[in-house]
């Protein structure tokens, strides 16, 4: 029986959503389903390195984008009741209090399991940011490629 496919597509630059879409790829990747997942501009932000930003050779949109904007999943908002990021610190302690992994240990997991992560040419170029700003896993792709992937799926998701 041949393996089967899922892919996400990730618009989303919210902790939530990119927690329900980290659990389904980890879960998917426990059920030995090959998965991508595909990052379009706000979307992007799960997976900045803090570590690497880089501010040479950038417009100053593009300086003001990176300043902005979330490095990296710990900084991601809530989608609904962030309240200015109260609403995140309780949602985390409640994720604490039931012992559950959070959104940082989804990823790493995601990242160990070779769960393909795809970033959009596009998006990363009109916002500004350099593919080495990224985890390393990213590979930046044209939509082409991505669509090529999914049409090859079992399940194809967008969040």
Partial sequence: MAEKKLSLLMFSGEYDKAMAGLILANAARDMEMDVTMFFAFWGLMLLRDPDRMNQEDKTVYEKMMAWMTP?????????????????????????????????????????????????????????????????????????QTYLRDAMESDVQLFI
């Fill in 71 to 143: 490095k990296g999943p710990e900084q991601l908002p809530l989608s609904r009741m962030n309240f200015s990021g109260l609403g995140k610190l309780m949602l985390t302690e409640m994720i604490e209090d039931n012992e559950a992994p959070k959104l940082i240990h989804f990823l790493k997991g995601a990242r160990k399991k070779n769960v393909k992560f795809y970033g959009c040419k596009l998006s990363v170029e009109i916002m500004g940011f350099k593919p080495e700003e990224f985890i390393p896993e990213l590979e930046i792709v044209d939509a």
